[in-house]
């Protein structure tokens, strides 16, 4: 059997994984990253609140005092203030710098990963930042309202399609196992591949759906989650989309043993469990679709010997 690789080239991740580092350019990556993550926060807090992102300026939701530049600082300003409002005292939720951090480490990762190891194009390393952006938006917003925004949905689902045309090494790069032919026609092959994979994922959560409500007799799962997945299968492709789809759940058990074990709503947000298992997918793809592959190929050999 192939032997599976977790990146390009089938190398060995333990040994050769920190020799293509750059502490340079990864710190200043990690400095967007932060910087994106504070914008990401205003999104967090505004886009479920129908509130403008562009003004007013950031303020204090318990005094609307304006916060200026200086408190405004990604993840310092929250050290100095001691995790308190300036002007009233009230507490700033953990989540501010959480989200900054996670941003900063998604963009290290990612720039490491497809920049400088796997050296494909920046348009890639854009492509998949912006899906962890529309993620991350996704899951705290789904972790404090139980719900996923269709500003991010609506946004992202047509988005994909477009960056399968703009940026097509998405689904067809040379030295990976991100490929896809059918009709011949570079760019419209790799647009078929978004709406395939985009009709994946959504379809995989829309029947898991169906099951649940028939199963428990009440909604298992929302249309956000359908809505969702479909985003994230129109970036990866619909084996990344398939792997997805079974990697979410073991996260899922995680926080739902807990859950239910202490707390009296039994109601568990699925999002943050999907947009988990995206980006190990994604930084993990050429094992995942190398296993995918291998299913496939199993399948057919089975269903051959089946009808022969």
């Known amino acids: 059997m192939k032997q599976l690789s977790f990146y390009k080239g089938g190398v060995d991740i333990r ?5 293509a580092a750059d502490p340079s350019s990864l710190s200043l990556f990690f400095v967007v990253g932060l910087i994106v993550g504070s914008f990401l926060n205003v999104c967090i807090y505004r886009i479920p609140r129908k509130k403008s992102l562009v003004s007013p300026r950031s303020f204090c939701p318990n005094c609307n005092t304006p916060i200026g ?3 405004n600082i990604p993840v310092l300003s929250y ?3 001691l995790g308190r409002c300036r002007a009233c005292k009230a507490k700033i939720p953990i989540r501010y710098p959480l989200v900054e951090l996670l941003t900063g480490y998604v963009f290290v990762h990612l720039y490491y990963v497809f920049i400088q190891y796997r050296h494909e194009s920046p348009c890639i390393f854009i492509c998949y930042i912006a899906l962890c952006c529309a993620l991350i938006i996704s899951t705290f917003v789904d972790l404090e309202l139980l719900v996923i925004p269709n500003e991010v949905t609506f946004v992202g689902i047509p988005l994909a399609l477009v960056l399968s045309v703009i940026c097509p090494g998405l689904h067809d790069a040379q030295n990976t196992l991100r490929n896809f032919s059918l009709t011949g026609i570079y760019r419209l092959d790799t647009l078929i591949a978004s709406t395939i994979g985009m009709l994946t994922g959504g379809c995989l959560i829309f029947l898991c759906s169906i099951l649940g409500k028939w199963v428990f007799k009440k909604d298992a799962m929302g249309l956000g989650d359908v809505k969702l997945m479909g985003m994230i299968g129109g970036i990866t ?5 398939v792997s997805i789809f079974f990697v979410a759940p073991f996260f899922g058990l995680l926080m739902a043993v807990p859950v ?5 709503s039994h109601l568990i947000p699925y999002g943050p469990f999907l947009s988990l298992a995206a980006l190990v997918c994604i930084v993990m793809q050429d094992y995942f679709i190398g296993l995918v592959n291998m299913y496939v190929q199993l399948f057919a050999v089975l269903f051959s010997g089946f009808h022969s």
Request: zero cysteines; hydrophobic letters at 60%.
């Open 79 to 81: 050290i100095f203030l």
């Open 15 to 19: 040994k050769n994984l920190l020799d």
């Open 260 to 264: 239910l074990l202490f707390k009296k």
């Open 237 to 241: 492709g619909w084996k990344l989309a």
């Open 69 to 71: 530049w200086y408190a």
